[in-house]
């Protein structure tokens, strides 16, 4: 999410694991509950939000930073929202969810607003399972994301820092998402890279878990717990920095490198709807 990329295929999903076909049907032949799954390979749950508040409230300060303003912050892409504070950027419904919204409108000098939200200094993990449900905006110019950021960005900057995008969607595709890895040799253009896409539906139209399994020389990525890319140290044509704790990100883009502009054809406002982000720790090997 911090810089556009070129989608390109993790060489390590066709040497570790099966087709994506195979992979799916192994995956939609078992009706087994995630929190059964999750304890059978020994995670146990160590950080949560499930955005209980009421409707209109903002999230909770607590668990949650604000990103205030434009890509002259540093943020990049080319983007052209202005991102807020505001209630009607980032809100709870009251049904249990957090909804982050775009809105075409003209605000601190940019034409849209919508909202970036951080557990930056609040919460931090090395190694894990992160995962959010969620159900994304969607439209040509749209770009909803899941990201990971290295703690230490304030001492090493991007891509040093590292970044692990769990989930990114351009609006134009929604039946498709990315997961990326950022790092020193391997950023933007270079990103280690693959894409999942569904067959017969889009992600707007109903909620997916978007999740990474995150260890000392993997990382796993799933959607729906089903699994469909590893990425290791051999994959990076670099160093490989993801071996202390990241924040999580939430946001939704309007423009930039990565999906381009808005046309008259993209729908405003759009949300993104957040049923839960949830961290876990593996408690064995």
Known sequence: MQYSINIRRSLSTLRFFLPLTAVLLVFSACEVDEEQQLEQRNYSLVWSDDFDGAAGESPDPNNWNFDIGTGDNGWGNQELQFYTDRTENVSMDGQGNLVITARRETFGGMPFTSGRITTKDKFEQQYGRFEARMKTPYGPGIWPAFWLLGANIDTSPWPQC????????????????????????????????????????????????????????????????????????????????????????????????????????????????????????????
């Not at 890279?193 to 260890?215: C, H, K, M, Q, V």
């Not at 930039?256 to 046309?263: A, I, N, Q, S």
């Not at 406002?269 to 408690?283: E, F, G, H, L, W």
């Open 162 to 285: 590292g970044e692990i995008d769990v989930m990114e969607l351009r609006g134009q595709e929604p039946n498709k998402i990315a997961g990326s890895l950022h790092g020193p040799g391997y950023s933007a253009g270079d990103a280690v890279t693959s894409d999942f896409a569904l067959p017969n539906a889009r992600f707007d139209d109903d909620f997916y878990i978007f999740a990474i399994e995150w260890g000392e020389d993997y990382i796993d990525y799933f959607v729906n717990d089903r699994l469909y890319q590893r990425i290791t140290p051999e994959d990076a044509d670099g160093e490989w920095v993801f071996d202390a704790p990241f924040y999580m990100l939430l946001n939704v883009a309007v423009g930039g490198t990565y999906v381009g502009f808005p046309t008259s054809q993209t729908p405003f406002p759009q949300p993104m709807i957040i049923d839960y982000v949830r961290v876990y720790q593996q408690t064995n090997s």
